[in-house]
């Protein structure tokens, strides 16, 4: 077998993001994943190294398949992931308890790089993909870009504890 390397992706397509966990129809309670849009040339090296690249269906008619695509798993048993989230006023480092913000967040960069695992299980083999770190810059309204500069917001029913 071909020693199978990590991978980093500079400017990329994040698709299928759950970094809750929820339960659903492609995932068990407790998963922690999301997809990369892979091009056509990491797609095929991927493959061809054993990798379990996907494809979306097509919206074209013409064409069979539409873009691939790899799963990434996030996390926390074992090395937990470096995952860092920047907007224009600030950089913050996401754990366990708050790395779901990136479920609803709209990215403006991602940049990533993910751990390759071999598994074999009842003679099936196979490669899955772990993230290791990430950079989400976020894209930010006009809103929260007006407001970056100001203090950090005090929860109301927190203040009125004070008095």
Do not use: C
């Not at 790395?99 to 299980?121: G, M, Q, S, T």
């Amino acid at each position: 077998m071909a020693d199978v390397k990590d991978f980093m992706i500079e400017g990329a397509n994040v698709v299928f993001r759950n970094f809750q966990g929820l339960e659903g129809m492609y995932n068990s309670a407790g998963d922690r994943n999301f997809a990369v849009i892979l091009d056509p040339e990491t797609a095929s090296m991927m493959l061809e190294d054993g990798w379990n690249v996907k494809f979306l269906k097509s919206r074209d008619d013409d064409e069979e398949q539409g873009d691939a695509y790899i799963s990434v798993a996030v996390s926390y048993r074992n090395r937990p992931p470096h995952v860092v989230m920047i907007t224009t006023s600030a950089r913050t480092n996401l754990s366990e308890d708050t790395i779901d913000a990136l479920d609803w967040a709209e990215f403006e960069n991602v940049d990533l790089i993910a751990n390759a695992y071999r598994w074999e299980v009842n003679g099936k083999t196979g490669i899955k993909a772990y993230l290791k770190s990430m950079y989400v810059t976020i894209k930010e309204d006009a809103l929260q870009l007006k407001y970056a500069e100001q203090p950090d917001l005090v929860d109301a029913d927190e203040e009125a504890y004070e008095d």
